[in-house]
């Protein structure tokens, strides 16, 4: 990686943390003062909240399906995806492209979801202490979430790949972005997909584990199933670059 690519990508998650902590804050801020926020967190007066009202708005299923999503895949496709074909050919091997592209997709992700997940707890930290995030367990909770919303979000990095090869680099991530909309809206309109499984339904639980409505164990099919779907997804990248003649037909559009 060049000075120039490390330091786009700095600059890159940089404005991540920064849209994540302004996600967190803004329900806060919607009913408190900026002079309020400081003396709670100064500990100068009480606060009532707990950290499943924290991390309500913020970690809900809208949130992280939707509004996240949409940062991660422009994110993703702004650092790293590319389908020029000058670029391709220089590799050692398509395969050398592909394995590129899920490394890269990987780091990233890992980045992502933990950044979203430390902005959660340091901001529930400072409000409510140390000793409260202790007790809530929300520091194990995350942990937890945080395998199922890497899984989520790795999905959507290979897919955005897939995208690429298929459409181009210039479309891929509306298409995707759209993708991702029709499944979490879907159900508005059609409310029998409220009843079948669909892959968003795994993105978060940790409101549910704070909230005692499951327990840790019960995570263990959403692993199961986004192992699954990551594997399958990751097959049909592989397959649909290495066999069909995408270079050929990008040289001769």
């Known amino acids: 990686m060049s000075k120039f690519e490390k330091r786009k990508y700095v600059i890159v998650l940089i404005v991540i943390t920064a849209v994540f902590i302004f996600f967190w804050c803004e329900p806060i801020f919607r009913f408190?003062?900026?002079?309020?926020?400081?003396?709670?967190?100064?500990?100068?007066?009480?606060?009532?909240?707990?950290?499943?009202?924290?991390?309500?708005?913020?970690?809900?299923?809208?949130?992280?399906?939707?509004?996240?999503?949409?940062?991660?895949?422009?994110?993703?496709?702004?650092?790293?995806?590319?389908?020029?074909?000058?670029?391709?050919?220089?590799?050692?091997?398509?395969?050398?492209?592909?394995?590129?592209?899920?490394?890269?997709?990987?780091?990233?992700?890992?980045?992502?979801?933990?950044?979203?997940?430390?902005?959660?707890?340091?901001?529930?930290?400072?409000?409510?202490?140390?000793?409260?995030?202790?007790?809530?367990?929300?520091?194990?909770y995350s942990l937890i979430n945080f395998v199922v919303m890497f899984l989520f979000y790795f999905r959507i990095g290979i897919l955005l790949f897939i995208m690429i090869v298929i459409v181009s680099k210039k479309y891929a991530p509306f298409v995707t972005a759209a993708v991702l909309l029709l499944e979490s809206a879907g159900s508005a309109f059609l409310p029998v997909l409220d009843s079948l499984w669909l892959p968003s339904k795994d993105a978060t639980y940790i409101l549910s584990l704070l909230s005692g409505n499951i327990r840790e164990i019960d995570i263990l099919p959403a692993i199961i199933r986004g192992l699954i779907m990551d594997a399958a997804i990751i097959w049909f990248a592989y397959y649909i670059f290495l066999k069909k003649d995408i270079i050929v037909k990008k040289e001769n559009s």
């Open 32 to 140: 408190l003062d900026g002079f309020s926020f400081v003396n709670i967190a100064l500990r100068r007066v009480p606060v009532t909240a707990n950290p499943v009202g924290l991390a309500g708005n913020y970690l809900d299923s809208g949130s992280v399906t939707v509004s996240y999503a949409i940062v991660y895949i422009f994110a993703l496709s702004f650092l790293f995806m590319t389908d020029n074909p000058a670029y391709i050919v220089r590799l050692k091997s398509r395969k050398f492209y592909v394995n590129k592209h899920i490394t890269d997709t990987l780091v990233f992700t890992l980045i992502f979801v933990f950044i979203l997940q430390t902005v959660n707890i340091i901001g529930t930290a400072i409000l409510l202490g140390i000793g409260e995030v202790i007790q809530s367990k929300l520091i194990i």
